[in-house]
């Protein structure tokens, strides 16, 4: 019984001092990954710092002066390649130590860390590219004078990023149809409401614009005109009303007023006026 357990106990000590140098050289492959990652992650810190740089300098004054790499990206983008180092050191030292089944899971985490990294990038990508697009969206919609210039600029940004999200997901692997379709009912509906807000809130617009055509047939600047409790001379026509010269002074009248108030143009004081 003695000699059988010392017989197990010597196994043992036999299987680990035989596993030892695989253990050790499992630690100092990790610790290796661990610098280089930290190296690489430098690296990738200092070159987006000097591109920032140069960006600076490049567009200095022109409109694509907001151009850069931000803070949050540049972190991002470290933590991905230092984490991704780290990984594939750690995939070799389970193999070496011989953990055959952390082995084989961590062969197909890093088989499939490229495309995981790629639709990262590519939603990074949308991002940028959105803040791109939201400034020089914005900047056009203030410059034509758009009283919502802001709000263009996000939902310019917002389309991009979606895209981008979308795009990324699918490049990981993951079923984006069912998302799409999500999107594209959310667009329409979006759509939708602003046709029906644009259709009620130009309602009187329309009304007006229509108006003044049918006015124009048969009303002319300098005739004496009467609408409801109004009276007084055309001036003019503008695009939506009627200017009118009355006692009490100009006034601006709707010319849908025309259209559903008595309307009565006035000729015989005219004729009288002229003798």
């Known amino acids: 019984m003695l000699e059988s357990i010392q017989k197990q106990i010597l196994d043992v000590l036999n299987t680990i001092i035989n596993h030892v140098p695989h253990v050790v050289g499992g630690l100092l492959l990790v610790l290796a990954g661990w610098l280089l990652a930290r190296f690489l992650r430098l690296v990738i810190t200092r070159l987006i710092r000097t591109l920032n740089h140069l960006l600076d300098r490049q567009l200095h004054g022109s409109t694509l002066h907001f151009v850069r790499i931000s803070a949050a990206t540049e972190k991002l983008l470290g933590f991905v390649v230092f984490w991704a180092t780290i990984l594939m050191f750690i995939t070799i030292a389970v193999r070496l130590v011989g953990f055959a089944a952390a082995a084989a899971w961590l ?19 949308g991002y940028l590219l959105g803040t791109v697009a939201r400034h020089l969206v914005t900047q056009a919609a203030a410059a034509a004078d ?56 130009a309602r009187s617009l329309v009304e007006n614009l229509i ?4 006015l124009k047939l048969f009303v002319r600047p300098g005739q004496l005109v009467e609408i409801g409790a109004e009276r007084g001379r055309v001036l003019e026509f503008t695009a939506t009303g ?19 108030q008595a309307f009565s143009v006035i000729t015989r004081e005219l004729a009288d006026e002229k003798h």
Do not use: N
């Not at 984006?176 to 409401?193: H, K, Q, R």
């Open 146 to 201: 758009i009283a919502q210039a802001a709000l263009f600029g996000q939902i310019a940004q917002v389309s991009f990023l979606i895209v981008g999200v979308v795009i990324g997901l699918g490049q990981v692997g993951v079923d984006v149809s069912f998302l799409i379709i999500l999107l594209a009912i959310g667009f329409g509906a979006v759509l939708a409401g602003f046709a029906l807000a644009f259709g009620l809130g």
């Open 107 to 125: 062969d197909r985490l890093v088989v499939y860390l490229p495309s995981l990294v790629a639709g990262g990038l590519i939603i990074i990508s």
């Open 242 to 260: 009627l200017v009118l010269e009355t006692p009490a002074g100009r006034k601006l009248i709707p010319a849908s007023w025309c259209m559903t």
């Open 211 to 214: 108006a003044v055509r049918h």
